[in-house]
């Protein structure tokens, strides 16, 4: 069975200093993978995915991951935090042949003046 | 610009009530979701459909039911509203069968149940 687990809970950074929010998937098939960011009282926004391709992908806001199949991460990373970024964030799999997706438990992230 | 509407932000009701969460979609997605999301605990998925009249229980099923008479339209029923059952409420939609589309989210609806 599918599942993603999210290191961390909560994360602390300083204002330009680098994110690094960790997520570990296990799946006996590819996976395809999501980051999602949710600001306080709103839904669930796609910051980007990987399918198929390049293992580097690039998203919005500065935000970028790498999908590493040998340690079956997908590591979200941001070099220089802004204050916009205090935020919630959910890591997500699913697989071809589905259309349901497993969500991790969630990191909050808090961005230090 | 692509949506996905509840219609309440915010509710409460009483224990015992029949409670209606409605949820559209103006993307012509085959799929839609019903997810409850609490602190420590992530999206916990409820119920979702891949067509009309379809649905699949979820992981958290229990106290929930679900209408899907157009494709647009995804609603979630607590039949006999509980204070278990206080949480925020996530409706999402999603394009396919091949696991490779994103899905799309809602703003949420938090409901409190007293």
């Known amino acids: 069975a599918q599942s993603v687990t999210q290191l961390g809970s909560h994360v602390s950074v300083s204002e330009g200093a680098l994110v690094l929010l960790r997520c570990n998937y296990s799946?006996?098939?590819?996976?395809?993978l999501f980051w999602y960011v949710q600001y306080p009282n709103q839904g669930l926004q796609l910051l980007l995915k990987?399918?198929?391709?390049?293992?580097l992908v690039k998203g919005i806001n500065g935000f970028e991951a790498e999908f590493k199949k040998s340690e079956t991460s997908f590591h979200l990373t941001k070099p220089s935090a802004h204050m916009s970024d205090a935020a919630e964030y959910f890591c997500?799999?699913?697989?071809?042949?589905?259309?349901?997706?497993?969500f991790g438990t969630g990191t909050r992230l808090k961005v230090l003046a | 610009d692509v949506k996905v509407t509840q219609s309440s932000r915010y509710l409460v009701k009483r224990t015992g009530e029949k409670v209606f969460l409605e949820c559209v979609q103006d993307?012509?997605?085959?799929?839609m979701f019903w997810y409850r999301q609490d602190p420590g605990l992530g999206l916990r998925l409820i119920y979702f459909?891949?067509?009309?009249?379809?649905?699949e229980k979820g992981d958290i099923p229990e106290g929930y039911s679900v209408s899907r008479e157009k494709k647009e339209r995804f609603s979630l029923i607590l039949e006999s509203a509980s204070t278990n059952q206080t949480s925020m409420y996530l409706c999402a939609s999603s394009r396919g069968r091949a696991g490779n589309t994103e899905a799309f989210f809602g703003q949420g609806t938090r409901l409190t149940v007293v």
């Open positions: 990987y399918t198929t391709g390049a293992t």
């Open positions: 997500a799999v699913s697989k071809t042949g589905t259309y349901k997706y497993i």
């Open positions: 799946s006996s098939v590819p996976p395809y």
């Open positions: 993307m012509d997605h085959e799929n």
């Open positions: 459909s891949y067509d009309v009249k379809m649905k």
